[in-house]
C-alpha cells in the first residue's frame, strides 16, 4: 500500500511502528522524524519518536521532540496531544542529564 502512496502519513506512521518492534530504531526513527518534517507535521509521530528514543536513554532528544511535538500540536488545535507530550515530559524530570 505505501508503494503506491509514499506520502500516506498513517501509512508510513504504521511502519515505523513496526519497525520499532524489530528493533530497527533508526529506521523507524527516521521514517517518525520525516513525518514530523512534512508540510503538515503528524503529531501523533513526534510523540511516539520522543516515546521510543527514551526508551534507547536518549532523553535529551526525546525531550527536544516533545518540545517540538507540543508547540506544533498547539498550533493545529490538538490540545489534547499537546497535553500528553507535556505530562510525558514532565515524567522525564532529571532523567537522563
Not at 525531550?63 to 505530562?87: F, K, W
Amino acid at each position: 500500500m505505501l508503494a503506491d502512496d509514499p506520502q500516506d502519513a498513517f501509512l508510513r506512521y504504521s511502519l515505523a511502528l513496526e519497525l520499532e518492534k524489530t528493533a530497527e530504531n533508526d529506521r523507524s526513527l527516521e521514517l517518525l522524524r520525516g513525518l514530523t518534517k512534512d508540510q503538515t507535521p503528524y503529531v501523533p509521530a513526534f510523540f511516539m519518536a520522543a516515546q521510543q528514543l527514551a526508551r534507547l536513554g536518549r532523553v535529551s532528544e526525546a525531550r527536544a521532540e516533545l518540545r517540538d511535538g507540543i508547540e506544533v500540536a498547539r498550533t493545529v488545535g490538538d490540545l489534547h496531544a499537546a497535553g500528553e507530550m507535556s505530562e510525558f515530559l514532565t515524567s522525564l524530570g532529571s532523567m537522563g542529564e
